[in-house]
């Protein structure tokens, strides 16, 4: 899971957020148990050691994991597509978690399209890790060894390297 907007999307996040019409930095949401000014100013999370650790358990069976993804910039499928082979496709299904609080409020309070709030924010999920369906048992219980709740979020599949969010 993300915490939040990390680092992308602030220039739509801004407009929604404090300018015509918007709440302002200073009113509490209930949604963010904060301020929006607190919000906005939440850490990007940075998934390095977890990354390493889940590497290290693996050990040998390294190969189980085909590639990761900081979900940055581009969202979801901009940056699961960079990890991607260009002989398969990512099919990622947004029913599978609750986006953060701050996604759902950005798009109802600014008209931001479904399409554009995925291709602009990470939508609640930071990181991505792209594992053969053989070892996902494994990745997610070393995962949850780490503190982590990972969470199945699509497959792969024979493709040309896209990657869509349904």
């Given at each position: 899971?993300?915490?939040?907007?990390?680092?992308?999307?602030?220039?739509?996040?801004?407009?929604?957020?404090?300018?015509?019409?918007?709440?302002?930095?200073?009113?509490?949401?209930?949604?963010?148990?904060?301020?929006?000014?607190?919000e906005m100013l939440e850490p990007t999370r940075i998934y390095a050691k977890e990354g390493i650790g889940l590497l290290d358990m693996l050990g040998k069976k390294r190969g189980l994991v085909s590639g990761m993804a900081h979900i940055t910039g581009g969202g979801l499928p901009g940056n699961v597509c960079r990890a991607l082979g260009s002989d398969v496709d990512a099919v990622i299904s947004s029913a599978t978690w609750n986006p953060h609080p701050i996604f759902p409020f950005l798009q109802k309070h600014g008209g931001v399209e479904t399409e554009e709030m995925f291709r602009v924010f990470n939508m609640g999920i930071g990181y991505t890790i792209i594992v053969r369906r053989e070892g996902a048992s494994a990745v997610m219980k070393a995962l949850k060894k780490l503190g982590e709740d990972p969470l199945v979020i699509g497959v792969i599949e024979k493709g040309k390297g896209d990657c869509r969010v349904v």
């Amino acid at each position: 899971g993300s915490s939040g907007l990390h680092s992308n999307g602030y220039s739509l996040a801004r407009m929604v957020l404090v300018g015509a019409g918007g709440p302002g930095l200073d009113a509490h949401r209930d949604e963010f148990g904060r301020t929006v000014g607190e919000e906005m100013l939440e850490p990007t999370r940075i998934y390095a050691k977890e990354g390493i650790g889940l590497l290290d358990m693996l050990g040998k069976k390294r190969g189980l994991v085909s590639g990761m993804a900081h979900i940055t910039g581009g969202g979801l499928p901009g940056n699961v597509c960079r990890a991607l082979g260009s002989d398969v496709d990512a099919v990622i299904s947004s029913a599978t978690w609750n986006p953060h609080p701050i996604f759902p409020f950005l798009q109802k309070h600014g008209g931001v399209e479904t399409e554009e709030m995925f291709r602009v924010f990470n939508m609640g999920i930071g990181y991505t890790i792209i594992v053969r369906r053989e070892g996902a048992s494994a990745v997610m219980k070393a995962l949850k060894k780490l503190g982590e709740d990972p969470l199945v979020i699509g497959v792969i599949e024979k493709g040309k390297g896209d990657c869509r969010v349904v």
